[in-house]
Nanobody
Framework: QVHLVESGGGLVHPGGSLRLSCAASGFTSDIYAIAWFRQAPGKEREVVSCINNIDGTTHYSRSVKGRFTASRDDVKKTMYLQMTSLKPEDTALYLC??????????????WGQGTQVTVSS
């Protein structure tokens, strides 16, 4: 079974930076997508970024493009989300999710527990 563990969340001031990590294990195929989602009370769950494992191509939501950078370490099987220029509206529970396939057509069957990011002055 695929297992995901997020870490790196915390409290940060507006304009600050934070790096989230998602350690993954248990994949039986290299063709999978791994993504960051975020959700806040009263808001729809949103895809923040997605990486195609097979070639490392990435996709971002419009709300974070230019500020957040997703990457992965093939050896450690860890995905990162480097967040800069953080805004209060970035406050959310950030969740790591994955599924077999590609970012444009994947069912996210596996989820981590989430890590909280709070941006406040």
């Amino acid at each position: 079974q695929v297992h995901l563990v997020e870490s790196g969340g915390g409290l940060v001031h507006p304009g600050g930076s934070l790096r989230l990590s998602c350690a993954a294990s248990g994949f039986t195929s290299d063709i999978y997508a791994i993504a960051w989602f975020r959700q806040a009370p009263g808001k729809e769950r949103e895809v923040v970024s997605c990486i195609n494992n097979i070639d490392g191509t990435t996709h971002y939501s419009r709300s974070v493009k230019g500020r957040f950078t997703a990457s992965r370490d093939d050896v450690k099987k860890t995905m990162y989300l480097q967040m800069t220029s953080l805004k209060p509206e970035d406050t959310a529970l950030y969740l790591c999710a994955t599924g077999y396939g590609y970012c444009d057509a994947v069912n996210y069957h596996y989820w981590g527990q989430g890590t909280q990011v709070t941006v406040s002055s």
